[in-house]
C-alpha cells in the first residue's frame, strides 16, 4: 500500500540512542537511530539477534529496564516527542495511542490473573467505563483476533490456553483501545510454524481493517516480506538500508541486505550449501570502527575499517555504505 | 479435596505414630523423674511407691502400648508434676503463645511486605542497602540477649512498659486473651517486639527477593506497555504473584513458633507454651513432654494442610493433586 | 455555677484524672501492696498437693498448721498452743482457742480430724510424703474441742516437727456427719473429697492464715489480700502478689524496673552491683553441699589407682581429700562470700549439730603426707561428677575441687552433668565420686545422717542416698536408736554422738553450706530464713 506523501509522519524517529551501563563503561545498543513511519503504514523492522531491533521497539515507548538507558534522541508521535512527557503523560499514551506485543506469550500474561482482568485493565487504566461493557469489547475483540468461545476464555487463566491462543489474546489486547501504532517485537517466532502463518495472516486482515500502523519486527526477512510496505535493515544498532519494500527486496545496496536475501532458506536450490553471511554480529561491547559490517562484507575496503559511511539517498530508499551494490548487476 | 484431605489424613497418621514412637523412646530412655518429682527427704520405699503409681517399673516397650491405647482414647497421660491431664496442661497454656505469635506475625508482615517492596522494586539505593544490612542483624542477634536488652531499655530506663509476665485478660468464648486490656497489651508488647524481629527479618528479605524477581518478569513489562499505572502494577501484578510464596512460608513460621517460642516466653516470664516445654523437660515431666511433641507434629501436619490448601488457592496453575507429588 | 467555674472544674477533673492514669500506669508499689518474684514456680494451692519447698512457702500464706518452724528451723507453736509427749507413743496437743477460718468458721478439733482424713484421701498428690505421716497415726482421740491426742504406730519422736507441714483446712468446705479418725470408712464426710482444682480455683481455699487467695492463675501470678479475721500479728500489706519468673536474669530487671518490690534468689554478682535504692538479705541455708566416695566396690568405675585398688575406703586418704579443699577461697572467690565453709553436715545452731566441730582447715601439705602414708606418694586418677544447673555455682566449685585435688597428686576429671541426669545416674550408683547438695528440713542433723550415712535398710526406711555404701555398724546403732528417741534432750546427745564419728571417719565430706539471697527495693526489711522459704508476712517495712 502506498503511503499518503502529503500528510506528516505520525511517527519520526531522530537520532535515537540508547546505551547499556555495564561495570566498565556505557555501550550503545542503538545509535543514531532515525526513520518515519506514516500513519497506517506496516514498517519491518529487521535484524539478527544483538542488531538492537527490540531494543528499538521497547525504546520508542521508553519501556527500557536497568542497566539500559535511552540518553539522546526524539521520538515524536504526532508531533509530541515522547522522550519529553512526564511519566503520567507517557502512561496515558502506552496502552491507548501505541501498544506493543511482545515475542514470548507463555510469558507475556501474568499466570495468576484471568484473561479478562488482564485485558479489561488496559481499558479501565485509561477510562471510566461500565465492566459489563468493557467485557464485552473484550469478548468482541477475542472473537475478532479468532479466538473461540471467548466467553469462558476471559474467566480462563493463562495456562489454560496454547501458546498460539495466548499470542492472540495480546493482539487482542493490544487492539483493545484502537491504537494508531502497533509495535510487534516478533510476535511470532516463539510459535510453531502452522500457527506462524495463520497469526500472520490474521494481522495482516486486522491491520488492513483498521488501517492502524505497525511496526513489525523480526529476523525473518521472508515472514516480513508479505506484510510491511516498507523494511528497514538494522545492523549493530544502527539502520544501515530502509525503503519500500519492493525496491530493498528486489534491488538492495547494502551488502548485508543482499546476505540476509540469499540467506532466506527457500530460494536456495535443493542440493545447495545454505548460503550464509560468515562471521557473527558483533558482540554490545566489541562494536567494529568505521562501518560496523566491515569485518564480514566481501566488499570491506580500508575506508569502511576507519569511517563510518554516510548516508545516501535515492529517493525513499536510503542506505549507509562506502560501496553499495550496483541495483543493476545484483543477481 | 476430599479425597486429597482424606489422604492427608492418613499418611498424617502415619507420621504421627512415627514420631510417637521416636519421642517416646527418647524421653523415656533418659535420666530419672522420681529424683526430681519426690521429696528428697522420702524413704526407699516411698521411692519404690512412687515409681509403681507412675509406671515407670513397666518395661519400656509395656509403657508404650500403654500409652498408645490410652492417647488413641484422647487421654494423653497425666502430667507427673502438676497431676492434671498432659494435653490439658498444654492447651491451658496454648492462647497465651497464641495470641504472642499471631501478633507477632501480624506486626512483622505490616512491616515485613512493604519494606521488602521497597528493597525490592528500588534496588541499588542506600536505603534498600541499609534496610537489608539492617534485617541480617534481624535474623542474627540472639533471642535471648535482644530480649534482655528490651527488658533494659524500656523496663528498666524509660521504665514505659513492664520487664515481664502476662497482663490483664478478658475471656473470649471463654478463652481468655490479654490483648483486649491495655495492661494486656502493656505486656504484649516487648515479646511481640522479639519475636516480630527475626520475623521482620525473614518477611523483608523474602518480599525483596520475590518483588525483585518480580519486577523483571515479561508480564510486568507487558502491563507497563498496556499503560497500567505503577500503583496497580505492584498491587495486583507483582504481590499478587510473591504473595504465594510468602504465605506459605509464613504459615510453617507460623506453626513453627506456636511450638517453639521458647527463649522469648522464658525471657519475659510469658505463661504459654514454649515456658511449659523447658520446663517439663527439666523435670523430666515426660507425659508432658511427649504430648506436647505429639500436639506439634500434628499443628505441623495441619499447618501444612492449610498451606497446601492456600496455595492451591492462590495460584491457579497448581492443582491439589499435583501438591500430593 | 458560672461557666468559666465548669470550665476549671473540668479541667482539675482531667488533670486528676489524667495523673491519677499516669500514676497507676508505673509503679506498682503503691502504700500496702506487695509484688514479689518468685525463682520458681508454686505448682498449686492445696496444701497437700506436693511437699516442695516452693509450694510450701506459698501455701503458708494462707494456711496454717499446728506447729510452725522459726527463722532457724526450729519448732514452736502456731495452732497449737503446746504440747506434751505422755509416752513414747502417745501425744496430746492443746489447740489454740479464738482462731477463726477466712470465712468466719471456727477452728477447733474436728477441722485437725478432718484434715489427717483427707491427708489420707488425696487422689491427686504428687509425692506422697504428706501421708505416710498421718497413716502412722494409729489413733487420733478428741476428748474437747480444743484437745487433740494422737498416738503413733511407730515412734516418732520429731511428731512436732512433721505436723508443721500438714496445713489444716476447714471441714466447713465438706458436707459431713460426725467427724472421727477412721480412715478407712471416710471419717463421717459425706461429700466428695477435695482435689487439686477446688483449691486452685478458690472454692475451698479457705485457711487460717494472714492472708486469703484471690486468684491463682497457673503459670502466671498468685493474688492474695490480707486476712483481717487473722488472730496472729496482722501483715504489713493489704495485697500480695507472687509472680513465679524463673530466668534470674529477667528476675532482676523486674526488681530494677520497679516492677516487682521483692524478688528470690538474685545472682551474687549481680546483687553486689545493685544501687542505693535497693536492698539485700543473706541468709545461711542449710543446704551442705558435699562430696560423696564409692567405699564399697574395690573396683571403682572412674578410679585409676596403683595396685588397682580403691583408694576411698582408705581413711588417710578420704581425710587428705578434705585437707585438700580450700573452703575460703570457695566461699570468697566463687560464691563471692555468700556461703559459709563447711566442718560438719548441719549448721551448728541446728538441733543435734556439733556446736564446736573440728574445723576441716586447708592443708595441702598435709594432704600429700596423708597420701603418702596411705601407699599413693603419686597421687592417683579420679573423675568428679556433679550437677552444673542445681546449686549455687555448682559447676565452678565442683572445677575448684577437681584443681585443689590435682595440685595434691589426686588427678580429678570433673564430669559436670544436667541435674536430671545427674540425679538417676547417681541413684543407680554409677559414680565412683560425686558433689552433692542437702538441705536439711526435719529432725536437724538427723536428716542428713539418716539418709546418706546409714547402711541402707529399706523396711526401716534409712539409707536412701548412701550412695557410696557407706557402712559403720558403731554408727549404725547410735543413729538409729537416736532416731527413736522421743526424749529431745537425750536425742540431740545421741546425735551429737553419731554426727562427730560420722566426721571422723569422713566417709562423706562436707563443703560449704550455701547462703540464701533475696533483694528487694529500698524501704524494706527482711531478716531471711535458713528454710529458703519467702513469706510476705516477714517482708516489713523498714522503720
Redesign the interface.
Known amino acids: 500500500m502506498m503511503s499518503d506523501q502529503s500528510s506528516s509522519p505520525l511517527l519520526a524517529v531522530e537520532n535515537l540512542r540508547t546505551v547499556f551501563h555495564f561495570a566498565d563503561g556505557a555501550y550503545p545498543a542503538i545509535d543514531s537511530l532515525s526513520f518515519e513511519l506514516r500513519a497506517g503504514e506496516v514498517l519491518g523492522l529487521v535484524g539478527e539477534s544483538g542488531s538492537g531491533k527490540s531494543v528499538a521497539g521497547f525504546s520508542l ?1 521508553g ?1 527500557v ?2 542497566p539500559g538507558e535511552i540518553v539522546s534522541g526524539e521520538v515524536r508521535f504526532k508531533g509530541r516527542d515522547l522522550r519529553k512527557l512526564s511519566d503520567e503523560e507517557l ?6 495511542s501505541v ?2 506485543i ?1 515475542q ?1 506469550p507463555l ?7 484471568t484473561i479478562g482482568e ?1 485485558m479489561m ?2 481499558i479501565s ?2 477510562e471510566t467505563v461500565d465492566p459489563a461493557a468493557a467485557r464485552q469489547r473484550c469478548i468482541d475483540t477475542l472473537t475478532k483476533v479468532g479466538i473461540t468461545s471467548p466467553q469462558t476464555r476471559v474467566d480462563q ?1 493463562p ?1 489454560e490456553l496454547s501458546g498460539g491462543m495466548r499470542q492472540r489474546v ?1 493482539i487482542a ?1 493490544a487492539l483493545l483501545n484502537q491504537p494508531e501504532l502497533i509495535i510487534a517485537d516478533e510476535p511470532t517466532t516463539a510459535l510453531d510454524v502452522t500457527i506462524q502463518g495463520q497469526i500472520l495472516a490474521e494481522m495482516q486482515t486486522l491491520q488492513k481493517e483498521t488501517g492502524t500502523a505497525l511496526i513489525w519486527i523480526t529476523h525473518d526477512l521472508g515472514v516480513v516480506s508479505e506484510l510491511a510496505d516498507r523494511i528497514a535493515v538494522m545492523y549493530a544498532g544502527g539502520i544501515v538500508e530502509i525503503g519500500q519494500v519492493d525496491d530493498v527486496l528486489d534491488s538492495p545496496r547494502h551488502p548485508y541486505t543482499l546476505g540476509l536475501l540469499n540467506s532466506v532458506p527457500g530460494d536456495t536450490p535443493r542440493g545447495e550449501a545454505l548460503r550464509q553471511i560468515e562471521g557473527a554480529a558483533p558482540s554490545l561491547t566489541a562494536r567494529p570502527l568505521g562501518c560496523p559490517f566491515h569485518p564480514r562484507c566481501f566488499r570491506a575496503s580500508d575506508l569502511c575499517r576507519t569511517e563510518e559511511p554516510p548516508l545516501a539517498e535515492a529517493g525513499d530508499h536510503s542506505w549507509r555504505c562506502h560501496h553499495p551494490l550496483d541495483p543493476e548487476k545484483t543477481p | 479435596m476430599l479425597l486429597f484431605t482424606l489422604q492427608r489424613m492418613l499418611q498424617s497418621i502415619a507420621v504421627l505414630l512415627a514420631v510417637s514412637v521416636a519421642v517416646f523412646l527418647a524421653v523415656y530412655a533418659v535420666g530419672d523423674p522420681v529424683e526430681l518429682l519426690v521429696n528428697p527427704e522420702a524413704t526407699q520405699l516411698e521411692r519404690e511407691a512412687m515409681v509403681s503409681r507412675l509406671g515407670l517399673d513397666q518395661p519400656v516397650w509395656m509403657q508404650y502400648f500403654t500409652f498408645l491405647s490410652n492417647a488413641v482414647q484422647g487421654d494423653m497421660g497425666t502430667s507427673f508434676v502438676h497431676a492434671e491431664p498432659a494435653l490439658q496442661l498444654i492447651l491451658s497454656r496454648m492462647p497465651a503463645t497464641f495470641e504472642l505469635v499471631f501478633l507477632a506475625m501480624l506486626v512483622a508482615s505490616i512491616i515485613g511486605i512493604p519494606l521488602g517492596l521497597y528493597v525490592g522494586l528500588k534496588e ?1 539505593n542506600r536505603i534498600a542497602r541499609a534496610i537489608m544490612t539492617g534485617s541480617i542483624f534481624g535474623y542474627s542477634i540472639p533471642s535471648f540477649w535482644k530480649g534482655m536488652v528490651l527488658i533494659l531499655f524500656f523496663a528498666v530506663w524509660l521504665q514505659w512498659l513492664p520487664a515481664s509476665g502476662r497482663g490483664e485478660t478478658v475471656s473470649v468464648f471463654g478463652i481468655p486473651f490479654s490483648f483486649l486490656t491495655v495492661d494486656g497489651l502493656r505486656h504484649l508488647a516487648m515479646p511481640v517486639i522479639n519475636l516480630a524481629i527475626p520475623n521482620i527479618a525473614l518477611i523483608t528479605r523474602l518480599t525483596a527477593a520475590g518483588a525483585s524477581e518480580a519486577r ?4 510486568v ?9 505503577e500503583k ?1 502494577i505492584v498491587r ?2 507483582i504481590l ?2 510473591i504473595l ?1 510464596p510468602i504465605i506459605t512460608v509464613l504459615g510453617v513460621e507460623f506453626g513453627s513458633l506456636i511450638a517453639f517460642s521458647t527463649i522469648t516466653e522464658t525471657v519475659f516470664a510469658w505463661p504459654g507454651m514454649g515456658k511449659l516445654l523447658i520446663t517439663s523437660i527439666y523435670q523430666l515431666d515426660r507425659p508432658v513432654v511427649v504430648a506436647y511433641v505429639m500436639l506439634v507434629t500434628f499443628i505441623f501436619v495441619v499447618v501444612n494442610l492449610l498451606v497446601d490448601f492456600t496455595y492451591a488457592l ?4 497448581v492443582s491439589l493433586s499435583e501438591r500430593m507429588s | 455555677m458560672n461557666r468559666e467555674g465548669e470550665l476549671v472544674k473540668m479541667k482539675s477533673f482531667l488533670f486528676a484524672g489524667t495523673a491519677a492514669i499516669l500514676a497507676s500506669a508505673t509503679m506498682s508499689s503503691q502504700a500496702e501492696e506487695l509484688k514479689i518474684a518468685l525463682s520458681s514456680e508454686p505448682t498449686a494451692a492445696d496444701p497437700h498437693y506436693h511437699n516442695l519447698s516452693t509450694n510450701n512457702a506459698f501455701v503458708q500464706h494462707i494456711f496454717e498448721a499446728l506447729t510452725a518452724t522459726d527463722a532457724n528451723q526450729n519448732v514452736g507453736p502456731s495452732l497449737a498452743e503446746s504440747w506434751e509427749g505422755v509416752d513414747d507413743n502417745t501425744w496430746v496437743f492443746k489447740l489454740r482457742e479464738g482462731v477463726k477460718f477466712s470465712d468466719g468458721s471456727d477452728f477447733n478439733a474436728d477441722d485437725v480430724v478432718f484434715t489427717f482424713c483427707r491427708v489420707l484421701n488425696n487422689e491427686n498428690n504428687v509425692s506422697g510424703s504428706f501421708a505416710p505421716d498421718v497413716e502412722n497415726f494409729a489413733s487420733v482421740e478428741v476428748s474437747d474441742p480444743y484437745t487433740v491426742k494422737i498416738t503413733t504406730k511407730q515412734v516418732e519422736p520429731l511428731l512436732p516437727e512433721l505436723l508443721s507441714q500438714i496445713y489444716i483446712l476447714s471441714d466447713g468446705i465438706l458436707e459431713h456427719g460426725d467427724l472421727s479418725f477412721d480412715p478407712a470408712n471416710g471419717c463421717g464426710v459425706t461429700g466428695e473429697w477435695p482435689s487439686v482444682d477446688s483449691f486452685n480455683n478458690g472454692s475451698m481455699t479457705i485457711g487460717t492464715g494472714p492472708f486469703v487467695l484471690d486468684d491463682f492463675t497457673k503459670g502466671s501470678k498468685i493474688k492474695m489480700s490480707r486476712n483481717d479475721a487473722y488472730w496472729g500479728e496482722a501483715p504489713a500489706w493489704e495485697k500480695v502478689e507472687l509472680v513465679p519468673v524463673p530466668s534470674a536474669g529477667p528476675r532482676l530487671a523486674g526488681l530494677l524496673a520497679g516492677d516487682y518490690d521483692f524478688i528470690e534468689s538474685p545472682a551474687a554478682r549481680d546483687v553486689k552491683q545493685l544501687g542505693e535504692e535497693f536492698g539485700y538479705t543473706a541468709k545461711p541455708s542449710s543446704r551442705v553441699i558435699f562430696l560423696q566416695m564409692d567405699v564399697a566396690r574395690d573396683d571403682s568405675p572412674f578410679i585409676e589407682a596403683e595396685g588397682g585398688k580403691n583408694p576411698f575406703q582408705d581413711e588417710r586418704v578420704r581425710r587428705a581429700v578434705a585437707h585438700a579443699i580450700n573452703r575460703e577461697a570457695i566461699v570468697e572467690r566463687i560464691m563471692d562470700g555468700f556461703a559459709e565453709p563447711a566442718s560438719q553436715f548441719v549448721p551448728s545452731e541446728m538441733f543435734g549439730a556439733q556446736t564446736d566441730p573440728v574445723p576441716l582447715t586447708y592443708d595441702p601439705e598435709k594432704a600429700k603426707a596423708l597420701l603418702a602414708e596411705a601407699g599413693y606418694p603419686d597421687g592417683f586418677k579420679v573423675t568428679l561428677s556433679a550437677t552444673n544447673d542445681r546449686y549455687i555455682n555448682d559447676s565452678q566449685v565442683a572445677q575448684a575441687i577437681a584443681q585443689f585435688l590435682t595440685r595434691v597428686g589426686i588427678e580429678t576429671d570433673l564430669d559436670a552433668m544436667t541435674r536430671s541426669i545427674f540425679f538417676s545416674r547417681r541413684s543407680k550408683r554409677e559414680f565412683s565420686f560425686s558433689m552433692g547438695g542437702w538441705g536439711s528440713t526435719s529432725g536437724g542433723a538427723a536428716s542428713f545422717l539418716r539418709q546418706y550415712v546409714t547402711t541402707g535398710d529399706k523396711e526401716r526406711g534409712v539409707g536412701g542416698s548412701n550412695y557410696g555404701g557407706w557402712s559403720d555398724p558403731e554408727f549404725d546403732a547410735v543413729i538409729l536408736e537416736a532416731i527413736e528417741t522421743v526424749d529431745a534432750g537425750k536425742r540431740a546427745e545421741m546425735l551429737q554422738q553419731a554426727g562427730q564419728m560420722a566426721l571422723d571417719k569422713l566417709g562423706l565430706i562436707p563443703v560449704h553450706f550455701e547462703s540464701t539471697l533475696w533483694a528487694y527495693r529500698d524501704g524494706l526489711e527482711f531478716d531471711g530464713r535458713m528454710d529458703q522459704y519467702t513469706m510476705a508476712k516477714d517482708i516489713r517495712p523498714a522503720k
Request: hydrophobic share 35%; aromatic share 8%; glycine share 4%.
Open positions: 515507548i519501556l529496564d536497568a502512561r496515558r499514551v502506552r496502552g491507548k501498544s506493543m511482545f514470548d510469558t507475556t500474561l501474568n499466570p495468576v490473573l488482564q485493565e488496559a487504566e485509561h487463566f495456562h495480546a489486547t | 541499588e523483571m518478569q515479561d508480564y513489562k507487558f502491563a507497563r506497555a498496556k499503560g497500567v499505572r496497580r495486583r501484578h499478587r504473584n504465594i492462590l495460584d491457579p496453575r
